[in-house]
Structures are given as C-alpha cells and as structure tokens.
C-alpha cells in the first residue's frame, strides 16, 4: 500500500475492467458520478497496457472536472482473485493479468491506495449501497450476461468465500451427465441454460422444430431473442420461459442454502425479466417455499450497468472493510 493516501480528497476513481470494454468514473461519498469514460480494452497480451489504459482514463475523467487529487481507486475485474486481494488469479477474458502483481502496478502508477475486487462482488455492493437492495443485509446479486455470476453479502458484509471464489452461481450442476457442454469444462452448468450465450444456443438448436418462427439463424443474439419475445414469437417465449425455469431452481436453491432477504437480477438478460419472471417465481415457490416463513424478495436490479462501478466507489469509500 502506497503512503500517499489524499483522506481531503472528495472523489474516487471507480474502473470495471471487461474483456471488451473498460470504464471508469469519478465517484463521490454519495454515490454521484461526476465524470465516466468508456475506452476499449488493450487487445494487447502485455498486464502494463492495461494498467496504462486505466491510468490514461483516469486521467481524462479528472482532466474533464479538474480535480487532482483523488482519494482512492478500486478496479474491478472479470475473474477470481488470491485471498488478499491483490493477484488476479482466474480471468478467462483477461488471460494477460493472470498470476500479474496487478494491485501494486497499480498503486505504483496512481500513487493512491487502490483495491481490486471482483465485478460481480461489485455489483452486489452497488445495489445493496444505492439500488434494489437498500437496507437489506443478505443480499445475493445475479449477474445474468454473457455468462451468470453472483455477489453474495451475508450479514452487511461481502462473502467472497475462503480462497475468494464463492458466488460461482454461473457454474452450479443441473445436469452434470447430459447437460451441454459448459466453457468450464463441466457439462449441464446453470450458465448453459440461463445466459445470453445459452439462450443464442437454445434458439439455434429449436429453430428448426419452429416452423412459425421469425427468428432465423442468420447474426442470432440474445437481444434479437428478446425483441421477437415482445413481438409474441413462441419459439423465443420458449426460451425465455426455459431461462427462468433453470434460474428458479438456481434462486431457490440459494434461497434454501444461504436464507437470503433479497435477491436481485442485472446484467443484459434481465431486460428480459417480463418474459422470464412467471417460469422464474413457479420455480421458486415450487422448491423453497416453507410455510409461515416469509419469502426472500426478488427484485431487478435498479442501478443497470453502473451497479459495478458505484460498488468499486463505496469499496474505495471504505477501504475495502465494506459494511452497510
Ligand atoms: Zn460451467
């Protein structure tokens, strides 16, 4: 840790770090956003371009408001890292940062205390701080995207599980035997049946049992999938009703495992959430309803795809010893 730690500061420097896009922002104790830049990722292998771009956007935020000094940084990154914290250890889409000393390059180049977090642990953060999830303490954010992740925060407090893995939501077995075959190496994963990249699968491999179809195989995508559900197409209200099916067992088994308040639903599919909440709540009444014991609320998420950013700033706010 760096001994500059500017406390007169009012801003923190906020970064989600994607495998296509970074963005940052400047963040106030509030929670409000006064400058946001959105930049490619390096494409190149070297960890060094990549801490030079999060510097380089810093910089243009603060330049855009001309403030200086900045109090802290958390960059958020779409992978697993060591329990300290500070090595990013697991990162499929960012394969250069892995076993990279990243949280000190960082510090070296900021000279501010920087921390790193994982997106999805983010996420949970920013809803719990300004969005769906105000005033609970067990909270469990689902990230429905590309890929299915999970924040988990027990008690006011971010669980990231004893080696920093925990909320691998997008990988817990449905259906281990015949399940399609996951990225992971695994096959039926709740990923497989819940995510954009599943339900571009499930459309390819149904189009030709649905003759009354609009959809066609031509530049399929989740978000064509979605517009010609609004449009009343069955095959995608099919899917649609599968995506839900497959995400109630995954909320009622946390449910029936983790005694959650909320449990709120972001990322890219949860546009999708009017076609996917009846199979979703049928799902999850049918397998963690108790009698006389209330049920965990399930919500969408309310701060869209600024919840990672504003739960890097209120991690940046407090240091890393997050609680509500
Ligand atoms: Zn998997």
Redesign the pocket.
Same mark, same amino acid.
């Given at each position: 840790m760096t001994e500059i730690n500017n406390s007169s500061a009012n801003l923190v420097f906020a970064a989600d770090l994607g495998g296509t896009h970074l963005r940052g922002a400047l963040v106030d104790r509030c929670g409000v956003i006064h400058a946001q830049r959105k930049e490619q990722t390096p494409k190149d292998s070297s960890p060094q371009s990549v801490v030079q771009a999060l510097i380089d956007v810093a910089h243009e935020c603060q330049h855009s408001v001309g403030v200086e000094v900045l109090h802290a940084a958390c960059v958020l990154v779409p992978g697993t890292l060591d329990t300290a914290n500070e090595i990013v250890t697991q990162a499929p889409n960012l394969p250069s940062l892995i076993r990279f000393n990243f949280k000190s390059a960082l510090e070296d180049k900021f000279r501010i205390p920087v921390l790193l977090e994982n997106d999805a642990n983010a996420a949970a953060v920013g809803e719990m701080w300004l969005g769906a999830a105000r005033g609970a303490r067990n909270v469990i954010c689902i990230t429905l995207g590309t890929g299915v992740g999970a924040g988990i925060i027990l008690d006011g407090k971010l669980w990231r599980g004893t080696f920093g893995t925990a909320g691998e939501l997008?990988?817990t077995t449905f259906d281990a035997f015949n399940g399609p075959q +996951?990225? +992971?190496g695994?096959r039926g994963?709740l990923?497989m049946y819940a995510s954009a990249t599943a339900i571009v699968r499930m459309a390819r491999e149904l189009l030709s049992s649905h003759t009354d179809t609009t959809l066609s195989d031509q530049c399929l995508t989740a978000e064509k999938v979605y517009e010609a559900g609004i449009r009343g197409d069955s095959l995608a209200l099919e899917i649609f009703r599968t995506v839900g099916a497959y995400l109630g067992v995954g909320i009622a088994n946390l449910i029936n495992i983790l005694g959650p308040e909320v449990i709120v639903i972001g990322g890219g599919v949860a546009n999708g959430w009017t076609l996917f909440e009846g199979a979703m709540r049928e799902q999850v009444l049918k397998q963690a309803s108790r009698p006389l014991t209330p049920m965990a609320e399930i919500k969408p998420a309310l701060c869209g795809d600024n919840a990672g950013l504003l739960g890097a700033a209120h991690l940046a706010w407090t240091s890393g010893k997050f609680q509500i």
């Open positions: 997008g990988h +996951c990225k +992971c695994n994963c990923e």
